[in-house]
C-alpha cells in the first residue's frame, strides 16, 4: 500500500504503536489498552505500521521468550495485526537531528509517525517517551497507552 495521506478532516486521526504495545494489546490483552483497543475497533483513530515493524513483531513471536501463559497470544497479535494495521511503504529519513531516538531500534516508529503526521505514537520504551517533548512541536503526542486518550469525535453541528 502507498503510504498513507496525514490524518486530515473526514478521515480517522493517525496512531503508531510500538512493538510492546501492540504485544500488550493483542497478545497479553493489558487491560491499559482497553482505550486504545475501542478507538481502533471502532475506527476511532488508523493504526499505522510499516513492514520493519511487522518483521520487528514476527521476531518476537518466533522467539518464543513470550512464554506459555498466553498459548494464543501469537495468532491473535497476527489476527489483530490483519484486521487493524494499515500498512504504508517504508519512510523517508523524516526526523531532524534533533529528533534521533538513543534506541536505534526504535527509530523506525519516531520517522513514520513523523512522516504520516500521526496524532499519536504510543510507546512504552523510555528512549522513545524521552522525545515526547520534542515531538509535539511536530503534532505528535509521544506517550504511553495508558496515558493516551482519543480525541473525541466532533457531535452533531460540530464546525468541520
Not at 504485544?23 to 482497553?34: I, K, M, N, S, V
Not at 510499516?50 to 513471536?61: C, F, T, W, Y
Not at 519512510?91 to 513514520?112: S, V, Y
Request: hydrophobic share 50%.
Amino acid at each position: 500500500m502507498p503510504m498513507s495521506p496525514a490524518s486530515s478532516p473526514g478521515n480517522p486521526p493517525l496512531v503508531v504503536l510500538d512493538t510492546n504495545v501492540v504485544l500488550d494489546w493483542l497478545y497479553f490483552r493489558d487491560t491499559r489498552c482497553a482505550v486504545l483497543a475501542g478507538a481502533v475497533a471502532a475506527r476511532r483513530v488508523l493504526w499505522i505500521a510499516s513492514a520493519a515493524m511487522r518483521d520487528e513483531i514476527e521476531h518476537v513471536l518466533e522467539r518464543g521468550s513470550l512464554g506459555t501463559r498466553w498459548p494464543d497470544g501469537a495468532a491473535s497479535v497476527r489476527d489483530g495485526w490483519q484486521r487493524f494495521a494499515t500498512m504504508v511503504e517504508e519512510t523517508p529519513l523524516a526526523a531532524p537531528l534533533t529528533m534521533r531516538c538513543t534506541d536505534e531500534d526504535d527509530q523506525k516508529f519516531i520517522d513514520l509517525a513523523l512522516a504520516v503526521r500521526a496524532v499519536a505514537l504510543l510507546s512504552a520504551d523510555r528512549a522513545v517517551l524521552r522525545l515526547a517533548r520534542r515531538a509535539r512541536a511536530w503534532g505528535v503526542a509521544i506517550t504511553t497507552v495508558s496515558a493516551w486518550r482519543p480525541a473525541p469525535l466532533p457531535g452533531p453541528g460540530a464546525a468541520p
